[in-house]
C-alpha cells in the first residue's frame, strides 16, 4: 500500500534551517504532484508547496516564496522541503501528500491529495 513517511521536524530558533523529508513507498509515483502541507493549533491544512515528481516544476504559498524549496530525489523516491530563515508564524505539524493528477495546474486544495503521512513537528522559537 501507499505510505509516505515524513521526518526531519524538530524545535528550531527563528532565522534558522530545517530541512524536511517524505519517503515515499508502495508504488510508482511518476505522474504525481507531491506537496507539502502544514496545519497549527486551532487553524485549517495550509498548503505550503508542490511540486511534480516527473518534470520538477514548482508551486509554493505566497507566505513561504523565497524562504522555501521544494526538490525531489527520484533514486531515493523522497521529496524535501528546505525551510530557510524560519519564523514563529511557521510553527505548525507539517505534512507530505500525494495527488494523482498527472497534469494541469498543481492542486493547492488538501482535498485534491488522495495519500497523507503521519506528518512531523516543527517548532520555531522566537
Not at 518534470?55 to 524549496?69: I, M, P, W
Not at 497523507?116 to 517548532?123: I, K, M, N
Request: charged residues 15%; contains cysteine; positive net charge.
Amino acid at each position: 500500500q501507499v505510505q509516505l513517511v515524513e521526518s526531519g521536524g524538530g524545535l528550531v530558533q527563528a532565522g534558522g534551517s530545517l530541512r524536511l523529508s517524505c519517503a515515499a513507498s508502495g508504488r510508482s509515483f511518476s505522474g504525481y504532484a507531491m506537496g507539502w502541507f502544514r496545519q497549527a493549533p486551532g487553524k485549517g491544512r495550509e498548503f505550503v508547496a508542490a511540486t511534480r515528481w516527473s518534470s520538477g516544476s514548482t508551486k509554493y504559498a505566497d507566505s513561504v516564496k523565497g524562504r522555501f524549496t521544494i526538490s525531489r530525489d527520484n533514486a531515493k523516491n523522497t521529496v524535501y522541503l528546505q525551510m530557510n530563515s524560519v519564523k514563529p508564524e511557521d510553527t505548525a505539524v507539517y505534512y507530505c501528500a500525494a495527488d494523482p493528477e498527472g497534469s494541469g495546474v498543481m492542486a493547492t486544495a488538501y482535498w485534491k491529495y488522495d495519500y497523507w503521512g503521519q506528518g512531523t513537528q516543527v517548532t520555531v522559537s522566537s
